[in-house]
């Protein structure tokens, strides 16, 4: 199996005399369906951030792909907490943003997109069942199409690792399981690895597998894996 | 009531005595030249300010002018029409060129090593009023709008860069997260992510700035640099203070359209959720719902 994260005696926050978290030894693969779970303020999102190489670690091993360098262009997806959708925007835009991951930066800049990116964008929101709402500005739709649109503009990128910080968060249980499903799908039928973040334990089981952060007796919190 | 609140009439009491303090510092204990200010603006306004004088709207001798209609040959208009040209066009041409600077000013798309040099030559370029940057630019290219048009632009820069990186840094950190995960350069984020997300914000400063802009391009004139203030320079310098007021309260009442204008025009682009048309007294007078 291909090693999506690796990570070894990982420290995460903001300076040494800040740490948030540790984190042992942690081994992700291809294809896994991971959640981190654990109470607000506890690293979470930090180790996310770190993941996606917005934050860097205090110290420690951490690689992605095999790699502490940045990955290529278009190879995480990052879905944050509150979507980081354009909202004055429209939906097919707010998905091309992911789409033009698949084109140079020229053609991208220039506005005369491939049409194999025109058809990522249109393939994407097909499947999150979006095609009536392609030219609706994001802020018109409900919390559950926004969260469509966000795992849209993930699924036109065509990343192999999906990052989604409580992403599930402010739903309903019907919208969760729907949003939850339509995810799930996807990331399993293009054996892509997903890690959500959640501090509800019922959703954080909704994955494969379930790691917890809590506070030890140290300052900082531990990752452990929790049964699933 | 609250601490805060129990506070308030101490904190103004001492604000009152501290600015009474020092007036009286500046005044130095001279209080004989204050007597008899009254009296001598009296006598300033009924002898030489008003009646005012409305030749200003007539048409002027020179330099010759083939307009069927008066009033588009006097001083007044050809003096405001420039004003507010070399307004709109500083204005236009500063947005040009703030807008990349405070994009490479602002610390949450690029590092401090980037975006303080860029802010400290916005900060350079606004330290210096536009009537410093008048009497540069007239002394470097002569006397008329060309001058005033490159003032104007220079502060413009300055002050609307400033306007601009703010409220880039102001953007929720979101969107630019997902945008630089996904592995977007700069520019694709400035484009994508930036632009959109501050589209209202820099449009609505876009406004004021040209509104800002006729203010001042009558102050710039004075120093040669085109515009009404070159009449008003005039007018000065041979002490007709009864056409200064003319002139004076015609800028008013353009200002005033202008501000008004300009209100309006902003209410569609600042608050996105809603487009609201506010009357033009109710931008005046604003009235609790």
Known sequence: ?228 | MNLARKKYPIFISFILFTTYLVFVDLVDGDWASLENSLENLSTFFHESLWPPNWKVIEAQSYPTCDRSWDFLCSPAYIGIMETLKIALVSTGFGFIISLPLATLASRNLYSDSIALPFRFVLAAMRTLPSIIWAIFFVILVGLGPVSGVLAMTFYTVGYLGKLQYETIEGLSNDPLDAAKAMGLNNGEIIQRVVIPETANNLISQLFFMFEYNVRHGSVIGIVGAGGIGYYISTYLKFLQYDKVIALLIILFFVVIAIDLISIKARSYFVDDATFKSPSLFGNIFRTKK
């Not at chain 1, 420290?11 to 040494?16: A, Q, R």
């Not at chain 1, 278009?74 to 707010?94: A, D």
């Not at chain 1, 990128?157 to 399981?177: C, H, M, N, R, W």
């Open chain 1, 1 to 228: 199996m291909i090693s999506v994260i690796h990570a070894v005696d990982l420290k995460i926050g903001y300076s040494p005399d800040s740490i948030l978290a540790k984190i042992n030894k942690l081994e992700i693969e291809q294809g896994d369906v991971v959640s981190i779970v654990g109470k607000s303020g506890i690293g979470k999102t930090t180790f996310l951030k770190n993941i996606a190489h917005l934050v860097n670690p205090v110290s420690g091993t951490l690689k992605v792909f095999g790699t502490d360098e940045e990955p290529k262009r278009g190879v995480i997806g990052y879905i944050p907490q509150k979507l980081g959708l354009i909202k004055h925007e429209t939906v097919y835009s707010n998905v091309l943003e992911g789409a033009i991951c698949n084109e140079s930066i020229l053609r991208s800049m220039s506005g005369f997109h491939e049409e194999k990116v025109i058809d990522k964008v249109k393939e994407a929101i097909e499947l999150m069942d979006l095609s009536d709402k392609i030219d609706e500005p994001v802020k018109r739709l409900s919390g559950g199409q926004q969260r469509r649109v966000a795992i849209a503009r993930t699924i036109a990128q065509g990343p192999k690792l999906i990052l989604a910080d409580e992403f599930l968060s402010e739903l309903d249980d019907k919208t969760v399981e729907d949003v939850w499903k339509a995810m799930l799908e996807y990331v399993e039928s293009n054996n892509i690895t997903l890690v959500i973040v959640e501090h509800n334990l019922e959703r954080a089981k909704l994955a494969k597998r379930c790691f917890k952060l809590e506070k030890d007796n140290e300052d900082y919190s531990i990752l452990s894996e929790v049964e699933a």
